[in-house]
């Protein structure tokens, strides 16, 4: 929970507003500050930073945006929750240069604040808070990671894909986790990192491989069906061997080819090699699926579509997170899952944490959805607990006329018990 904030705006009346409000939301310490400058010079002065950064856009000498920039110049990693009353298109290109920027901006909110808005922010962006107030990285090398792999520290979770309309878990996504014995968890986005730019990547993705398809078969020998959903790194589309491997794990492990999608991340796809082409059609020729993943944040979205034959399409999360207050962002996820169910293509929409956003995805079409508002990722053992409890919310789930009893029909692809 954050305990401290700093507001940042030329308004007295608006800055006493957010205090009062951050005190209302459970944020015991408070400071003000009237613009850029003097935000600067407290946070130089502050024995302890404070946990949060309320930020105003439109302020005299210092704007937001300029703030934004010092704070990165110096080396300063306070989560952000950007403030405004100007249109949601500016909020979205100020976040934008904040991830540039390496900043974590976990929110952008409209002026008059109120607590409401201020806790769906605070409570839908624990883990990017946690991972900025993480700073300084991890201390990790090479030589830890190899040495987990071999040990099997690390660890495989799965988030479930569920059917939009129907509320029926349809399969899961393999996402590899370590718990280091000494620093604890280790976010993935620094251990994949660190296996991407040593040799470690083909270890870690094929230990994932290996994992997610023993795990798959057992659920299979208890009578369920789920398909499973393995990120490959780009990197390893040049491997000539790849496919060979991939095929070997899993006819070892009995599990049917077309049960086991490989998502490939977009912007990888850019500049492909004729090697990493020919690996991605001798998937489908081996009857696995693929999935273009992060759609809409490459530089030639349309283009892969053609190129590729892709059988899944990820919307990413920023087109799908709170899509039910900004229209820009219905208009482009409309245009997505028409466009991929004239192709014939399933459709999974990241990042769903309300059910409005559920809602919408209803209203528009999509296939599956994944995300908090269903379930984070989790360990197996968890996740068949789950399963029992998430029988009794998903009736909640299901749209409007969706037809029938869902354990009586549900189908032979998903994870259910036959």
């Keep these: 929970m954050i305990a401290s904030a700093l507001v940042v705006d030329d308004s007295p009346v608006q800055r006493n507003h957010a205090l009062q409000l951050c005190h209302e ?95 769906h922010a605070l409570s839908n ?11 300084p990285a991890l201390p990790l090398n090479a030589k830890a990671l190899a040495s987990a ?70 659920w299979m020998a208890y009578g369920l069906h789920p398909s499973i959903a393995i990120n490959l790194s780009p990197l390893l589309l040049d491997r000539v061997e790849l496919v060979d491997e991939v095929v070997a794990a899993q006819q070892s492990h009995g599990v049917p080819a077309d049960r086991v ?26 009857g696995f699926g693929l999935s273009i993943d992060d759609y809409g944040t490459g530089f030639s979205s349309m283009q892969q579509l053609t190129r590729i034959p892709f059988t899944e399409l990820k919307i990413d999360r920023s087109f799908v997170h709170m899509a039910h207050e900004r229209r820009n962002l219905q208009v482009i996820l409309r245009s997505a899952l028409d466009m991929a169910s004239k192709l014939g293509i399933t459709t999974v929409a990241e990042g769903v944490e309300t059910m409005e956003d559920w809602r919408l995805l209803q209203r528009l079409g999509c296939s599956l959805g994944q995300g908090y508002l269903i379930a984070k990722p989790m360990c197996a053992s968890d996740l068949t607990a789950w399963l029992k409890e998430y029988r009794f919310r998903r009736t909640d789930l299901r749209a409007a006329g969706s037809a029938g009893d869902l354990d009586s029909h549900a189908p032979d692809d998903c994870l259910e018990r036959s």
């Design 125 to 135: 962006s624990v883990g990017c808070v946690t991972q900025a107030l993480a700073q």
């Design 149 to 218: 792999i071999e040990r099997g520290e690390l660890g495989v979770h799965y988030q479930p894909k569920v059917d939009v309309q129907t509320g029926i878990v349809r399969g899961v996504e393999a996402l590899a986790r370590w718990t280091h014995p000494a620093l604890g968890r280790v976010p993935p986005v620094e251990f994949i990192r660190l296996a991407e730019q040593s040799s470690l990547i083909h270890a870690l993705t094929m230990w994932v491989v290996n994992e997610s398809m023993l795990q798959t078969a057992s």
């Design 25 to 119: 939301v459970g944020i015991t310490t408070g400071y003000s500050a009237s613009n850029g400058h003097e935000a600067l010079g407290l946070l130089a002065g502050l024995a302890r930073q404070p946990e949060l950064l309320v930020v105003d856009l439109e302020m005299p000498t210092m704007d937001g945006s300029q703030l934004l920039e010092q704070l990165q110049k110096r080396g300063i990693k306070i989560p952000i929750l950007v403030v405004s009353s100007r249109e949601d298109a500016l909020l979205e290109l100020v976040k934008e240069m904040a991830r540039l920027l390496g900043l974590s901006v976990i929110g952008a909110l409209h002026k008059p604040l109120c607590a409401k808005a201020l806790r």
């Design 261 to 286: 999608l490989f998502e490939i991340t977009e912007s990888s796809l850019i500049s492909s090699k004729a090697v990493a082409v020919g690996a991605l059609a001798r998937l489908r020729l081996k």
